[in-house]
């Protein structure tokens, strides 16, 4: 079946340390996305990609990194830089444009629980 | 740049009544979508409906449909006949030309049965 992956579901890290998150895809979509949500709050959006080997910054880009090598992985790095990285976190993928209406809405993976310890 | 406001926090409805979530955005693009997503308790990101901004019929999907003024850049989702499973966080959601998608604050409705 075809999906959205995002591994683990909960993370733990300590302060001062890397971690990336794992986001795959067998959609065959161009665009993925990270999202960051907290407790009560909306979707704030981190980072896009609509190709392989480009991406965008989101509204909240500070304190992460990504890269895109392959159209169907997008991993996160939550860096030390990050000052409040305690969060949950969702990736998306979506076509990019249609002629139609045709699925033209995001998929989303079951997230990944990260708690600074 | 893009944004997407939803101004009710919280919202309530009795079971079998109807609802309506609103939502607003702001951009300066005439091609864009607009969709309603729903999260219950688990998390799982669902889309409930979507609306392409060149079509002006508005969408319907069974008992959820849209009131789209694209001139106002309204998007409200209304709920009829409310379930005890509509019950969730619902989040508007804009995404440009250029792929860029962004969502409201979202709005935790609740049904009382």
């Known amino acids: 079946d075809g999906g959205i992956t995002q591994s683990p579901k909960y993370l733990f890290r300590k302060e001062g340390q890397n971690v990336t998150l794992s986001c795959e895809q067998n959609?065959?979509?161009?665009?993925m996305y990270w999202y960051r949500q907290d407790p009560g709050q909306g979707l704030r959006l981190i980072y896009y990609s609509q190709i392989v080997n480009d991406f965008q910054k989101g509204d909240i880009a500070e304190g992460y990194s990504v890269s895109r090598e392959k159209k169907e992985s997008f991993p996160l790095t939550v860096t030390s830089a990050q000052k409040n990285p305690t969060a949950f976190y969702l990736c998306?993928?979506?076509?990019?444009?249609?002629?139609?209406?045709?699925?033209?809405?995001?998929?989303f993976g079951q997230g990944t629980r990260l708690t600074v310890v | 740049a893009q944004t997407v406001t939803q101004s009710q926090p919280e919202m309530s409805v009795q079971e079998a009544e109807t609802v309506t979530l609103s939502c607003t955005y702001d951009?300066?693009?005439?091609?864009?979508?607009l969709f309603w997503y729903k999260q219950p308790p688990s998390r799982q990101m669902i889309l409930v409906i979507r609306q392409e901004a060149y079509k002006q019929q508005n969408a319907t999907e069974n008992r959820f449909s849209v009131n789209f003024q694209k001139a106002a850049k309204s998007f409200s989702l209304k709920i009829s006949d409310s379930q005890l499973g509509d019950a969730a966080m619902y989040f508007c959601?804009?995404?440009?030309?250029?792929?860029?998608?962004?969502f409201g604050q979202g709005t935790e409705l609740s049904v009382k049965p």
């Open positions: 959609l065959n979509h161009d665009a």
């Open positions: 998306a993928s979506s076509i990019l444009r249609t002629g139609g209406d045709r699925n033209t809405e995001a998929f």
């Open positions: 951009t300066s693009e005439s091609d864009y979508y």
């Open positions: 959601a804009y995404r440009g030309s250029g792929g860029k998608l962004i």
